[in-house]
């Protein structure tokens, strides 16, 4: 299972900490990392961190964006920062197998507004 938490209500240029926390260790999957959904839009990747520690980030988000897991506590953590309008949605935690079983986490909102 894949517990997601710290989404919110921020004003933009604000930042929040997005916490993905998994019930077993996250070295059985290939990737771990977040996806977003924006109402009326196809979910899109964010980021994602492999078992080997290779980040990836949507171009929207690079720079903004930091990716990074705590393999002790199998918690993955995305800090945002510089957060924009554009970037308001439901944030979902995915898990990725070798073989592209995918795992899901419930969404967390992220509403950036004034």
């Known amino acids: 299972q894949l517990q997601a938490s710290g989404g919110g209500l921020v004003q933009p240029g604000g930042s929040l900490r997005l916490s993905c926390a998994a019930s077993?260790?996250?070295?059985?999957?290939?990737?771990v990392g977040w996806y977003r959904q924006a109402p009326g839009r196809q979910r899109e990747l964010v980021a994602t961190i492999t078992n080997g520690g290779i980040t990836n980030y949507a171009d929207s988000v690079k720079g903004r964006f930091t990716i990074s897991r705590d393999v002790a506590k199998n918690v993955v953590t995305l800090k945002m920062n510089s957060l924009m309008p554009g970037d308001t949605a439901v944030y979902y935690c995915?898990?990725?197998?070798?073989?592209?079983?995918?795992?899901w986490g419930k969404g967390t909102l992220v509403t950036v507004s004034s």
């Open positions: 995915n898990a990725r197998t070798i073989v592209a079983e995918d795992y």
């Open positions: 077993e260790n996250i070295f059985r999957f290939n990737s």
